[in-house]
């Protein structure tokens, strides 16, 4: 939040209240196991000093049954991708349901695979972000500027100006290996993610697999020993950006996925369990869902810089004295479709996670944040050829197919 007074409520809080009451949204919590308890159990079966949370525990005892564990992480692959027939076979192995971390986006869910922690906590609003103390709005986990994707070591960023927690991989001893495509090994948020813990790149698919195998019949008959091997595979979310959830393209890609894991799961030793979960889903896009920004857009007049965080949630930083017109401005451009709340507003409905929101997660968010009721987006473009402003597959937001993840024993 830019160093000012709390920005004045907006009286819409009450909207997002009811939606979650009815379901049309749905709000994260400690009441339900969460993405949050299973970082946490597998944090703490590595060796991290992560306290326990409530789920945690009975998290750990339906995990760790065995000495060796493979946690997939399929980008993208919510509840709702699990309704294809042609994957029954997955979601008749789905052991537990869990809800995502709000906003419901990569950025901000391995954020928390690193830090134990909710986005109220650790800070980062969703992929892009503004650092007020820099005045430079950036795009988190490439660690770059946002309007011309140079990387932020020109400017002296340090890595705790977005991440300020320590990732708890770095209390892990030699039991626990990464595994992620090479074109985010030597990445700046990767080298902060993985800590002590090696990590390994893959080419294809297939390569992480067998690379994954090895490691596990290597395990085999070494009880004594326990190891957890976490495998992060981006294809399905990228899939699905390009041509939507219900798209042929994208059932392709989760069958194929399936097809790889079930394989794996079959070819490893018994004393190796394999789990599959996911950091969110996604919802389509229709014509008409979308409210870009560009520049000369007389809304961007009433900000500190470009909206920050998701276009399913959206972060304001105002100019001083543009409060009433920024909010008049965003209710006419979302026309219903979606909520603006004072920061205040969404920390009293403990959106961002279970506690108050964090001094650091009060200076990176906004002073309003917008909440999707609909499927509807509302960002920030650089121009009219920008490759996301086409996205048809969507997340970011509180929409229960967006928040609502598997956890798949194979």
């Given amino acids: 939040m830019s160093s000012r007074e709390p920005a004045p ?4 809080g009450e909207t997002v209240a009811a939606a979650i009451r009815d379901g049309t949204l749905r709000r994260p919590s400690p009441a339900a196991p969460s993405f949050v308890d299973l970082v946490c159990a597998v944090q703490r079966a590595a060796g991290a000093s992560t306290p326990a949370t409530a789920h945690s525990g009975a998290l750990a005892g339906y995990l760790f049954d065995r000495p060796h564990l493979v946690l997939v992480l399929v980008d993208g692959m919510g509840m709702s991708a699990l309704a294809d027939p042609e994957v029954a076979d997955l979601r008749e192995r789905v052991g537990m349901e869990l809800d995502s971390v709000f906003p419901a986006t990569t950025a901000c869910a391995m954020t928390t695979v690193a830090t134990g922690l909710w986005p109220g906590q650790h800070g980062v609003p969703g992929w892009w972000a503004y650092l ?6 950036v795009t988190v986990l490439p660690f770059e500027e946002r309007r011309n994707g140079r990387g ?6 340090p890595v705790r100006d977005i991440w300020p927690h320590p990732s ?5 001893a030699g039991g626990m290996e990464l595994h992620m495509p090479w074109k985010y090994l030597l990445s700046t948020f990767n080298r902060y993610l993985s800590g002590r813990c090696r990590t390994r790149g893959y080419w294809s698919l297939r390569h992480a697999q067998r690379r ?6 290597a395990a085999r008959g070494r009880r004594a020993e326990s190891s957890v091997t976490f495998w992060y595979i981006p294809d399905y979310d ?8 219900a798209s042929a393209e994208a059932r392709a890609s989760l069958r194929q996925i399936r097809d790889l894991l079930q394989e794996l799961a079959a070819r490893a030793p018994d004393d190796v369990r394999v789990a599959v979960t996911a950091d969110h889903g996604l919802i389509d896009l229709g014509e008409g869902d979308r409210a870009p920004l560009f520049d000369g857009d007389p809304l961007l007049d009433c900000l500190l810089s470009m909206p920050s965080g998701e276009g399913r949630t959206p972060h304001f930083h105002v100019r001083p004295g543009m409060d009433r017109e920024l909010v008049e401005r965003l209710v006419e451009r979302a026309g219903g479709r979606m909520a603006v709340l004072s920061q205040g507003e969404a920390d009293e409905l403990r959106l961002f996670g279970p506690e108050p929101l964090s001094e650091f997660a009060r200076r990176r968010f906004g002073d309003y944040v917008g909440i999707a009721l609909a499927p509807f987006t509302l960002a920030y473009f650089p121009s009219a050829d920008s490759t996301s402003l086409r996205h048809v597959g969507v997340h970011g937001g509180m929409c229960p197919a967006e928040v609502r993840v598997p956890l798949v024993v194979l």
């Fill in 212 to 217: 994954i195998l090895r490691r596990v019949q």
């Fill in 152 to 157: 932020l070591r020109r400017h002296d960023v």
């Fill in 9 to 12: 409520p907006t009286g819409q």
């Fill in 238 to 245: 990228s899939t699905c950006h390009t041509y939507g959830v």
């Fill in 132 to 137: 007020s103390e820099h005045d430079l709005p």
């Fill in 168 to 172: 708890r991989f770095g209390e892990v």
